[in-house]
């Protein structure tokens, strides 16, 4: 199984980290597409440490690029076969960075955008240790039938998408709203017109938002 590293930042404190919220990019990028995100979400967490691995997978003919499984082949049987084997190398990485920063796995929060956001969901409401917040930009719940037999948490979920994207139409998110809450799980959701394959100022605002309500959540927070 792979070990997934990738740049970190935090917590703005200085101090210990007290929740540790992972970062997982879109398809093609690597962990520094996401980590600069990081210093502004930190204003609102300020005991949060920010780790944005790197997906295991090289993409094919890019000298950095990554993925969380091929997408050469956007079947969706292949599709959810490749998030189900990216389910256990996830929960290794939440396992070690909790570990180290010595919190529990339930202060961790997943962000994600595009295939990062497809895992942060699949991965998220399939661990047994809830995490605080889910945030899923640009992206869609894959395999929605089998989610009411296989999930085991309900964690407070953020779906943010633009109505304009060319990439991952909004449809996904709109129909990822809807079987969400048809599972019993809270879910906020943003659809911000204009936008394409991508965060504006509104979805940056409202992350913050959810982070600063998962922590205010947490016990000893």
């Not at 796995?105 to 942060?120: D, I, K, Y």
């Not at 709109?174 to 504006?200: F, K, M, T, W």
């Amino acid at each position: 199984m792979p070990d997934l590293d990738g740049p970190r930042w935090g917590p703005a404190s200085g101090g210990p980290a007290k929740q540790v919220v992972l970062l997982l990019h879109g398809y093609g990028a690597d962990g520094n597409d996401l980590i600069d995100l990081a210093p502004r979400w930190g204003q609102a967490v300020p005991d949060a440490l920010f780790v944005a691995p790197n997906a295991p997978e090289p993409l094919p003919g890019s000298a950095f690029g990554r993925q969380w499984w091929d997408l050469s082949d956007r079947n969706q049987a292949r599709m959810e076969a490749g998030v189900r084997a990216v389910v256990p190398v996830l929960d290794a990485v939440i396992a070690r960075e909790c570990a180290a920063a010595g919190v529990p796995e339930t202060n961790v929060m997943l962000m994600g955008f595009s295939q990062g956001a497809m895992t942060a969901l699949f991965c998220g409401l399939r661990r047994a240790a809830a995490p605080a917040a889910i945030l899923a930009f640009s992206g869609y719940l894959i395999a929605p039938a089998a989610l009411t037999a296989e999930i085991r948490s309900c964690p407070p979920v953020l779906l943010v998408h633009g109505e304009v994207d060319e990439v991952v139409p909004v449809m996904g998110s709109r129909a990822a709203e809807a079987a969400l809450r048809e599972a019993g799980v809270p879910v906020e959701a943003a659809y911000s017109p204009r936008l394409g394959h991508g965060i504006d100022e509104v979805g940056l605002s409202l992350g913050a938002l959810m982070l600063q309500r998962a922590v205010a959540s947490l016990s000893g927070a």
